[in-house]
């Protein structure tokens, strides 16, 4: 329904681009709208081995000198873990509902994610990507807004962004009210309800089995084979998610300026080197957000394939990502009040807004 939605408004204003949504999608092949079951599977199945793997080698080793590996690789694989369950709730996974939901499931609860509840946010996020006003995550805030804000809400947001996912799935970003983990949230519909409640129940069932190893082997225990880990992997979550959306040349709307396409454009592909493959390409974003429903090992050929037709308007940021990550941390603070279109500043300067 939203894809007929945003097609239709795409059509309507056709000459603010000079090409359509229908225009990319042609120029991509047909076979990378067509998720492969088996495909898909070998590569749940692959990380799952190498996360299994890295338990054996750690758990029988049992030494200091190798657990700052086991700690940098788990987490990595984490967060291709993430990946995974992330096509998933986008039904790129397969045209399976009950398979994706249940993948979807195996993929994010190991690793605290409530899968329906950052499914339907993360849906949200995309139907609305590069609007300043219904965006979901990493949305710039406004200049008085960043003024009035206290310490402790500008912590996570803007001094420790890498560390912010926990919070997010209890208290949602800056000007947004709600949980992940409550129906009645106004994240979520009403038909919704059962969707939450599986997705928590199996949450604290995680958390319950992490007490209770806890109890049994200690919080060393808990720390060496778990929770650093998880650190690991929220701090490639929020990296990778503030890198495609925070830009100092990105563009943000308001109100009639905004709408799908224009939005899904509000993003940038960026460079992560020999790790992208393990990753499973996610650096390929624009591509993703214009066209969620393709798998992640199309979009590499998708990109390729658009990019003709996209011009001076697709971005990609060849430099290394902790490089851009440190001028974007330093440079993107929020944007003007005023304005259709704008851009993220940092205090003191100031940068004509359209």
Known sequence: MIQVVTQSKENRRRTELPFTLQDLRTAIPAH???????????????????????????????????????????GTMFWALFVVGHD??????????????????LSHIPILVPYHGWRISH??????TGNIDTDESWYPVTESKYNRMPFSEKL?????????????????SP?????????????????EKWDILTSSVLWMAMVG???????QFGWVFLLKYYAVPYIIFVIWLDLVTFMHHTESDIPWYRGKDWYFLKGALSTIDRNYGWIAPIHHNIGTHVAHHIFLGIPHYHLKTATEAIKPVLGEYYRYSPEPIWRSFIRSYLSCHFVSDRGGRVYYRRPQSRRPEA
């Open 156 to 172: 996570f947001r803007f001094y420790l962004p890498l560390l912010a996912y926990p919070l997010y799935l209890f208290r949602r």
């Open 88 to 105: 998933c709730g986008h039904g790129s996974f397969s045209r399976s509902k009950w398979l994706n939901n249940a993948i979807g499931h």
């Open 32 to 74: 990378c709208f067509q998720p492969s079951v088996w495909r898909s599977l070998s590569y749940f199945c692959l990380d799952i081995g190498i996360v299994a793997a890295l338990y054996a080698i750690a758990y029988r080793l049992d030494s200091w000198l190798f657990f700052p590996f086991f700690w940098l690789a788990q």
């Open 209 to 215: 089995f992490l007490g209770y190893l806890t109890y």
């Open 175 to 191: 000007n947004k009210q709600g949980s992940h983990f409550l129906p009645n949230s106004p994240l979520f519909k009403p038909s």
């Open 123 to 128: 849906r949200t996020h995309h139907a609305n």
